[in-house]
């Protein structure tokens, strides 16, 4: 039953991936799984599909990204009228968040299924690539193991343990083949490393094959690299935005981070740091965009759809508003007036011209973002007092390219924890990281940006409900 479902729903995916920025090509409509898997073109299709899958609105086209996670974090002013106002009291009894929180355990781990299934076709199909992209095939498969540890984690991030309770608490199941046997829950030490692993493997396929550069990381001059090569259908175009190699570093160190690693987190976050890729981009030509390492790709017009369904007017009392006093709060404007270039340029008026809204995602060709050269500084200004080196570097660096430079913080002037706080705040607006961040720290309580004060905080609250389909991959 399982592997029928496993066919089913490879062939959903490519029904779905007609047409994409990042490759192209154009899938079949209908075609059986061995045919799929016995061209080249067939696992770039594959491959396709599961980029574009994962902008669901159930994932990382909305739930994930600026709506529910961030809902929860309590970003929004939220009507007493809306469906929302249940979420931020994070009753998970209410049942329109247990709706919310089955599709993102079952859709997740679909394209988990999925993943394992191409990776599973892969196997032994070297040939299949041609002599002059032969490279191709392990970035595929790096490109499959990263998405494979990206979902986990972020399914960790959700349902398992606060990481204060210990890497020995029992989590949930990692799901690495195609298999009609359920998969156990795993300690959360022994999941982190699962998804440590798929990621180094990843990083060290991508680290010599990456068409990011040639012939080698250190090599690369940060230039942009687009390659449309018409023999292998595009699938090496547009690196800067896919699961690359910094995409995959930036991860890894993530993950350390999450484990409690300060030693790993901190060299992988260096070595991203330490590149050409992604430098921050000036003042005057500030765009959220312009710092991430990779990110999702969404159409314009999709995107707006996405956005007014939660921003505009049209939203009703479902409509999620940041009001300025909250804004004027949140970024210090007492303190700094109005130079932080994130208070001027991550807002904008929308419908009544009044109540305000973040516009990371609207009219932009670019979605959920991987991970973002920010939080590489952010990871750093963590990790650096225990490797020996200077926290405030790496959060002074961060506040000075949002237009902070005048301001450098120290421990005379500051309390660092604070700090590292409040740029968690500023920095991932509607980008679905604050929730994680909180839930990492094991907050008992927090302010969130529309004010109101969340108290008893705890594993209650941190740790989604494992649906009953939880059956369905893993044991009780």
Known sequence: MKNRILSILILIILLFSSCSK??????PTELKEEEIFSKEIGFYHALMGIYIKSNDTDLYGR?????FIDIIANMYNISPASSYSDFQNLDYENASIISIIDKIWNKSYYLIANTNNILKNLEGKESLFSNEYSSNFDVLKAELLAFRAFYHFDLLRLFGPMPSMGMNQMSIPYVDKVSITPFPKLKMGEFLDKVITDLKEAHELLKLNDPLFSPSPTDYSGSSVLYYISSDNGFRRDRNFKLNYYVVTGLLSRAYLYKGDMTNAY??????????F?????????????????SLWLGSATNKLYTDAVFSDAAENNKLIINNDARVKLYESQLYQTIDVRN????????????IYPIKYYNSTFG??????????????????????????????????????QFPLSPENSIFENEITKEYCKEFIAEGQLFYYYKRKGFTSYTGING????DMGPS??????PDSELTYGNN
């Not at 990042?22 to 899938?27: E, S, V």
């Not at 060299?267 to 050409?276: F, R």
């Open 461 to 466: 609250k941190y740790i989604f409900p494992i």
């Open 452 to 455: 109101r004060i969340i108290t």
């Open 368 to 405: 959920y973002p991987f991970i973002k050269r920010s939080e590489i500084d952010l990871i750093l200004a963590e990790t650096a007092e225990a490797n020996g080196d200077d926290p405030y570097y790496y959060l002074n660096k961060l506040r000075a390219s949002r237009g902070l430079e």
């Open 278 to 294: 992604r430098v921050y981009s000036t003042i005057n030509t500030y765009h959220y965009l312009n710092d991430i390492l990779g």
């Open 63 to 67: 739930t994930l990204t600026y709506s």
């Open 344 to 355: 001027i340029k991550n807002f904008g008026n929308k419908d009544n011209n009044v109540e």
């Open 22 to 27: 990042m490759f192209d090509i154009n899938p």
């Open 267 to 276: 060299k992988y976050a260096k070595i991203v740091e330490q590149s050409n």
